[in-house]
């Protein structure tokens, strides 16, 4: 059975770090684009940034470049997301999810119609 499970979410005040993982089983984790998307109070859920299947190339919204790194570690099933300086409009649910279909290409940009499967979330809240 498919799982995708957040977790490392919380409470942290602006300028503050915190680390997302997402824990995937029940597939070959190393065949799929990941991605980890946010959906922000009375917004739209918005692609933040993903990671190929070997982890060698990622992308990110330009909202967070500079800010976020995305990795992966194929050997433990795991997407990470680290997040530093954080901001207040950076606050909302954080999702993982994996690509539509396996070894697709890799694109510049996460859309969430190339992903099918998805985490339950995770909720980030930036605040002082």
């Known amino acids: 059975q498919l799982q995708l499970v957040e977790s490392g979410g919380g409470l942290v005040q602006p300028g503050g770090s915190l680390r997302l993982s997402c824990a995937a089983s029940g597939f070959t984790f190393s065949f799929y684009i990941i991605g980890w998307f946010r959906q922000a109070p009375g917004k739209g859920r918005e692609g933040v940034s993903c990671?190929?299947?070997?982890?060698?190339?990622?992308n990110y919204a330009d909202s967070v470049k500079g800010r976020f790194t995305i990795s992966r570690d194929n050997a433990q099933n795991t997407v990470y997301l680290e997040m530093n300086n954080l901001k207040p409009e950076d606050t909302g649910v954080y999702y993982c999810?994996?690509?539509?279909?396996?070894?697709?290409?890799?694109?510049?940009?996460?859309?969430?119609?190339?992903?099918?499967?998805w985490g339950q979330g995770t909720q980030v809240t930036v605040s002082s």
């Open positions: 990671i190929s299947r070997t982890g060698d190339s990622t």
């Open positions: 999810a994996r690509d539509i279909r396996p070894f697709r290409s890799f694109s510049p940009s996460c859309a969430s119609a190339d992903f099918g499967s």
